[in-house]
Structure formats: structure tokens, C-alpha cells
């Protein structure tokens, strides 16, 4: 059974930083690439950004990639988001997704597994 279990969410003060990871099991990870998509309240999903499978190549969304970090660790089945310098409008649930697509959108057809989300709230 695939599974993709996000962990890292929570309260973040704006101009901090924050760090999720998502732990993937039941697939052979170091298959697939992996994707982060994000929910803020009240507005649909936004791709935020993918790495392939081999951890080489990796993608942003543009407004977001000079305070994003994708990274994976292959021999942990794990891979992790780094967002700096957060502001109230990263407020989101933030999903970790498999990507067998290389997907760079938030077309949720591109995604065949997903995690269950965390909360990230950036707040004072």
C-alpha cells in the first residue's frame, strides 16, 4: 500500500522558515519523482514544487523559488520542503504528492498518490 505521511507543520512566525518533510512507503521510491502542492483557505490547489526521481533535477514555482528548497533522501524514503522568509499568504495545507508525470502544475489528475496534508499557519 502506498503511503505519504507530511510531517512538519504548525505555527510559523512571518520572516521565519520552515521545514516538512513526507515519509513515503509502499513503492519503490527512488522511482518516482515527488511534488509539494499547496491549499490556502478558501482558494484551490497550487503546485509549489518537484523533484525527479534521481534527486537531480528539480523545479519551483516561479513567485516561490528564490525562499524554496526541495531535497530528497533516497535511503530514507523521504523528501523535504524548505520555505524561508514565510509571510501570511504561505498560510496552506501543504501535501507532498507522487509525481509520475513530473508534474509542475496542480492538476490533481498528474498526482496519483497523495499524503494527507499538514497545516502550516503563518501568524504572529
Known amino acids: 500500500e502506498v503511503q505519504l505521511v507530511e510531517s512538519g507543520g504548525g505555527l510559523v512566525q512571518p520572516g521565519g522558515s520552515l521545514r516538512l518533510s513526507c515519509a513515503a512507503s509502499?513503492?519503490?521510491?527512488?522511482?518516482?519523482?515527488m511534488s509539494w502542492v499547496r491549499q490556502a483557505p478558501g482558494k484551490g490547489l497550487e503546485w509549489v514544487s518537484t523533484?525527479?526521481?534521481?534527486?537531480?533535477?528539480?523545479y519551483y514555482r516561479p513567485s516561490l523559488k528564490s525562499r524554496t528548497s526541495i531535497s530528497r533522501d533516497t535511503s530514507k524514503n523521504q523528501f523535504a520542503l524548505q520555505l524561508s522568509s514565510v509571510t501570511p499568504e504561505d498560510t496552506a495545507v501543504y501535501y507532498c504528492?507522487?509525481?509520475?508525470?513530473?508534474?509542475?502544475?496542480?492538476?490533481?489528475?498528474?498526482?496519483?498518490?497523495w499524503g494527507q496534508g499538514t497545516q502550516v499557519t503563518v501568524s504572529s
Open positions: 523533484i525527479d526521481s534521481g534527486g537531480g533535477s528539480t
Open positions: 509502499g513503492f519503490t521510491f527512488s522511482s518516482y519523482a
Open positions: 504528492a507522487r509525481s509520475p508525470l513530473l508534474s509542475t502544475t496542480a492538476t490533481s489528475e498528474e498526482y496519483d498518490y
